[in-house]
């Protein structure tokens, strides 16, 4: 339902702003669905309901990597920054499938 509404909204106001990081850029709606997407592709091979534990901090592949765990129905599991120790590794006992942080590196396997 998420990706469908950034779906909707791109084709519908695709160059109206969708997402403002201060200090740092804006993307339009067209632009932000393109970053999905392409976060998408490095998804492949997931099946939904695997799930994604996740340590990032705000940014639009950040927003970009939220819509597309929308969309491939994975399961979203946020590592807060202010989780102790015993939080995280209850996190890695759930057994995801892949730890993503900062939006940029990827590592698998990493439990």
């Known amino acids: ?3 469908r509404i950034l779906t909707y909204s791109a084709q519908r106001y695709p160059n109206q702003p969708a997402l403002t990081i201060p200090g740092v850029n804006t993307l339009n709606y067209s632009e932000l669905l393109r970053l999905t997407d392409n976060v998408v592709r490095k998804l492949h091979g ?3 309901g695997d799930l ?3 340590r990032c901090s705000n940014s639009a592949a950040y927003v970009a990597l939220i819509f597309a765990v929308a969309k491939l129905k994975l399961c979203y599991v946020p590592i807060m920054s202010n989780f102790t120790s015993a939080q995280v590794d209850e996190v ?9 942080h900062d939006s940029r590196r990827v590592m698998q396997n990493c439990f």
């Open 1 to 3: 339902m998420l990706y």
């Open 46 to 48: 997931f099946d939904p």
């Open 52 to 54: 994604l534990a996740v």
């Open 92 to 100: 890695a006992r759930m057994g995801p499938r892949m730890y993503v």
